[in-house]
């Protein structure tokens, strides 16, 4: 598994593990978005828990079908 320590990106593996469903990887999803959404929030919990909805319905909505140009 790749470290992304410069942006503390999601890695790619619990991405494709969350779009599945699979519980962990969506909890890890928003676990690091949880600082964000309280950013966002403004400490609104009604506010916080629409935005965790919206996460975790857009993760479930991604493709991973991209393709790289070739080189």
Request: net charge positive.
């Amino acid at each position: 598994m790749m470290k992304n320590s410069k942006y503390n990106l999601v890695p790619y593996e619990v991405i494709e593990r969350a779009i599945t469903g699979e519980t962990a990887a969506l909890l890890t999803v928003q676990e690091r978005h949880k600082a964000y959404i309280g950013r966002l929030s403004g400490g609104n919990a009604d506010m916080k828990e629409r935005l965790n909805e919206k996460l975790l319905m857009a993760v479930m909505k991604f493709r991973l079908d991209y393709q790289p140009p070739s080189k």
